[in-house]
């Protein structure tokens, strides 16, 4: 902190202290900063006093010698941050999955890579983000939320993929996204390739007679018939839109761009008139402009919007770890706030994919991962719709 009193060696110039003299103190009250500041002290702080006591009850009071009374000696709840088992956010893993319902959200890993066609290693990517996730305290300062005190997760651990066979895969997924679905709570989804982007929202999809809307953030169009002769990462919304209840004119498209994408993509999503929106429309338009018009698309006539999220949207220089890097993607700021905005409308599930741990630098590409979902879980419980999808789903889980 500089407290006005050192001296600078040689000459000084004093002109820029003198003219701040003759301002007023600026008036810093219409900052988000100092708002968030203030906003702080509105939250509730009940859940983390309670951790602390199960943690102490749990993991035996600290050594005599600690003075802070609330460490135990082992390691239970949120810290220390390098710690535990790392579960999403330390959320409380659920053995039995039945428990899922007494939750507003449930995050699980769908390990898989088998639909990748360039670099593998996204089967890694929920270990990638549980153990980044670590890093973060449920408290956001800027929305003035705190998770654990405002909404209830958990960590619903990972779907079981059959590494060789997508089409297995792709069924074992819609099932666990469409059971989690149907308890009520929100599934938040850590993939895996984007071939997951199909069977995740047709296991919501099954659920409800009503439509679907799917907000996707991606440097490439993923609408392809086949790829390599399979259903593959290149292909989820071709099948998605394929689905009666989720209309291709629902489909946002956003980053889209550069040299990775098939041309008989493009023409799949001429065809079909999904909407599709450049990073130079972000760029030209700006975030604020670009969520407006997703949302009114997406929203059009459904009642409940979906948003998966390619990590590779984003500028590759940020996230190295993703299976089909395309620099010229998203910043890291244009991302959040878009994210922050779409969320705050309501969701009723959350992917976030591509994430490749074993082509990561420090962890980053993860960390980025995991900061899409926290900021969209944030922006719910900010705006008051976590749960709001719940009385969209009108039909019983029928797994396939
Ligand atoms: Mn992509």
């Known amino acids: 902190m500089f407290t006005g009193k050192f001296e600078a060696p040689g000459k000084v110039n004093t002109s820029l202290f003198q003219s701040r003299r003759l301002r007023h103190h600026p008036d810093f009250r219409n900052s988000e900063g100092w708002k968030a500041v203030h906003k702080e002290k509105d939250i509730p702080y009940e859940k983390y006093p309670q951790e602390v006591r199960e943690a102490l009850e749990n993991g035996l009071p600290g050594a005599s010698s600690i003075e802070d009374k609330t460490i135990p000696t082992f390691s239970r709840g949120e810290l220390p941050h390098f710690a535990g088992i790392n579960t999403f956010l330390k959320a409380p893993f659920i053995e039995n999955i039945r428990d899922v319902a007494k939750y507003d959200a449930a995050v699980l890993g769908v390990p898989f890579d088998g639909g990748t066609t360039y670099r593998p290693g996204t089967r890694f990517g929920p270990q990638g983000m549980r153990r980044i996730s670590a890093l973060y305290t449920p408290y956001n300062f ?3 939320v705190d998770l654990r005190e405002q909404m209830t997760m958990c960590d619903a651990g990972d779907v079981f993929t059959i590494p060789a066979n997508i089409e297995k895969t792709f069924d074992q997924v819609s099932n666990a996204v469409g059971y989690v679905a149907s308890t ?3 599934p938040v989804i850590m993939g895996g390739d984007h071939s997951i982007g199909f069977p995740t929202i047709r296991g919501i999809a099954s659920l409800t007679s009503k439509k679907i809307g799917i907000i996707h ?12 002769d399979e259903r593959m990462h ?3 919304y071709y099948y998605a839109t394929n689905l009666e209840n989720v209309p291709a004119t629902n489909l946002v498209q956003i980053g889209i761009g550069g040299w990775q994408v098939p041309r008989g993509a493009i023409k799949n999503a001429r065809e079909r008139q999904t909407n599709i929106l450049s990073i130079g429309d972000v760029e030209r338009l700006g975030t604020d402009k670009v969520v407006e018009m997703a949302l009114e698309a997406a929203w059009k ?3 409940a919007v979906y948003m998966s999220f390619d990590i590779d949207s984003i500028d590759c220089g940020f996230v190295p770890g993703t299976g089909w890097p395309e620099p010229g993607g998203l910043l890291p700021r244009e991302a959040l706030s878009m994210v922050g905005k779409i969320a705050a409308e309501g969701l009723c599930g959350i992917e976030v994919v591509e994430v490749s741990p074993p082509y990561d630098v420090s962890d980053i590409t993860s960390l980025m991962g995991t900061r899409i979902i926290v900021d969209a879980l944030g922006a719910m419980v900010m705006n008051g719709t976590m749960g709001k999808h719940k009385s969209v789903f009108d039909k019983e889980f029928k797994p396939i």
Request: hydrophobic fraction near 40%; charge should be negative; avoid cysteine.
């Open 234 to 236: 290149a292909t989820p």
């Open 142 to 144: 800027e929305m003035g």
């Open 217 to 228: 953030f991606d440097r490439h169009a993923d609408i392809s018939e086949k790829d390599l």
């Open 301 to 303: 006539d459904a009642d």
């Open 184 to 186: 009520g709570a929100m």
